[in-house]
């Protein structure tokens, strides 16, 4: 995706791209584990959800480098015009940050950083802390 500007495509725009990204790591990570039907549609909806994407949002934030950090208070910040009811608005705005993150990863071509997002999520890398 050379013709992608993270500085000037809408965090919006790249929440909807790293949502599907997302869930197509989550899911590959899932089915290498040679698990059937019922439990993989269990294990990808414990990360696809608003309130773990916060969460992952808010314990990789601070291991980034400033471009993604930046990528993030934007996409946070961006201009969201509803919420569901599943979670606060605060989560639901952290969500939308990770998403577009996970679209900056993919455009930047940073696949380690997709990785470490996905073993956070499965709890496999709890304390690996560094800048990124």
């Known amino acids: 995706m050379d013709n992608v500007d993270l500085r000037e495509t809408s965090g919006v725009v790249l929440a909807y791209l790293g ?3 997302w869930e197509l790591n989550i899911r590959k990570y899932w089915i ?4 059937n039907l019922h439990n993989l549609n269990k ?3 414990e990360c696809v959800n608003a309130k773990k994407q916060s ?3 808010r314990k990789i934030f601070p291991m980034l480098d400033e471009k993604f950090q930046m990528l993030g208070n934007r996409s946070k910040n961006g201009n969201i ?3 569901p009811k599943s979670c606060s608005v605060q989560e639901y705005r952290e969500a939308t940050a990770f998403e577009a993150l996970i679209a900056g ?4 071509n940073r696949r380690d950083l997709i990785e470490l997002a996905v073993n956070l ?3 496999e890398k709890r ?3 560094k800048v990124l």
Request: with cysteine; net charge negative; aromatic share 16%.
């Open 19 to 21: 949502d599907s990204v």
């Open 32 to 35: 290498s584990k040679g698990l």
């Open 43 to 45: 294990k990808v909806k």
């Open 55 to 57: 969460e992952l949002y």
């Open 81 to 83: 015009k509803s919420f």
């Open 105 to 108: 990863f993919y455009i930047e």
């Open 121 to 123: 999520c499965v709890e």
């Open 127 to 129: 304390n690996e802390v």
